[in-house]
T-cell receptor, first 112, second 115 residues
Framework: SQQGEEDPQALSIQEGENATMNCSYKTSINNLQWYRQNSGRGLVHLIL?????REKHSGRLRVTLDTSKKSSSLLITASRAADTASYFCATDLIQGAQKLVFGQGTRLTINP | GAGVSQSPSNKVTEKGKDVELRCDPISGHTALYWYRQSLGQGLEFLIY????????KSGLPSDRFSAERTGGSVSTLTIQRTQQEDSAVYLC?????????????FGNGTRLTVT
């Protein structure tokens, strides 16, 4: 089964609104990363947050991490049509191999 | 180029044929990863290289799949006797350090269709 699960699977909002996507995971992690994927393209790294951090910002992006609940959220403020994409969280397990385990993603659609 | 390059971008093959997918990572990146993505799905880990060695091959679906990396750079993923269920986008990524602590830089993938 997947380590990370994003919620919701799909989200459709109006341009200018804020978009919040959530990620839950099962086992303890070192770090958590968020990626974006435009249709037909590879993934692009957005933010890395370490297990000892609670919040991180990058431009219009805000990521939070709650290790006690094993969950993270990605907030995109003042959304734009160009933010339309799939968003994935990826976890780096404390135990186990040197790999990122990806969730199924949230498909975000920004309506103009 | 500055990014991860994958070739071919698209590959259509007949069931039973062998295919070879290529990945050129970012220069200087020691770690290289292969993932597989089926339509509308998340990424499935296949294999990880540190330099030329593969400490983790746990994700390879069967013995029809193999991968190698030479000179700490280019990697090839080979699928023998392809099956229809092998149809997917194969993504390669590289990073400077260990996976979790460093961002992965992805190529645009190879879309494999097995007919």
């Amino acid at each position: 089964s997947q380590q990370g699960e994003e919620d919701p699977q799909a989200l459709s909002i109006q341009e200018g609104e804020n978009a919040t996507m959530n990620c839950s995971y099962k086992t303890s992690i070192n770090n958590l990363q968020w990626y974006r994927q435009n249709s037909g393209r590879g993934l692009v790294h957005l933010i890395l947050i370490r297990s000892n951090e609670r919040e991180k910002h990058s431009g219009r992006l805000r990521v939070t991490l709650d290790t006690s609940k094993k969950s993270s959220s990605l907030l995109i403020t003042a959304s734009r049509a160009a933010d339309t994409a799939s968003y994935f969280c990826a976890t780096d397990l404390i135990q186990g191999a040197q790999k990122l385990v990806f969730g199924q993603g949230t498909r975000l659609t920004i309506n103009p | 180029g500055a990014g991860v390059s994958q070739s071919p971008s698209n590959k259509v093959t007949e069931k039973g044929k062998d295919v070879e997918l290529r990945c050129d990572p970012i220069s200087g990146h020691t770690a290289l990863y292969w993932y597989r993505q089926s339509l509308g799905q998340g990424l499935e880990f296949l294999i990880y290289f540190q330099g030329n060695s593969a400490p983790d091959k746990s994700g390879l679906p069967s013995d029809r799949f193999s991968a190698e990396r030479t000179g700490g750079s280019v990697s090839t993923l080979t699928i023998q006797r392809t099956q229809q269920e092998d149809s997917a986008v194969y993504l390669c990524a590289s990073s400077q350090g260990r996976a979790g602590g460093s961002p992965l830089h992805f190529g645009n993938g190879t879309r494999l269709t097995v007919t």
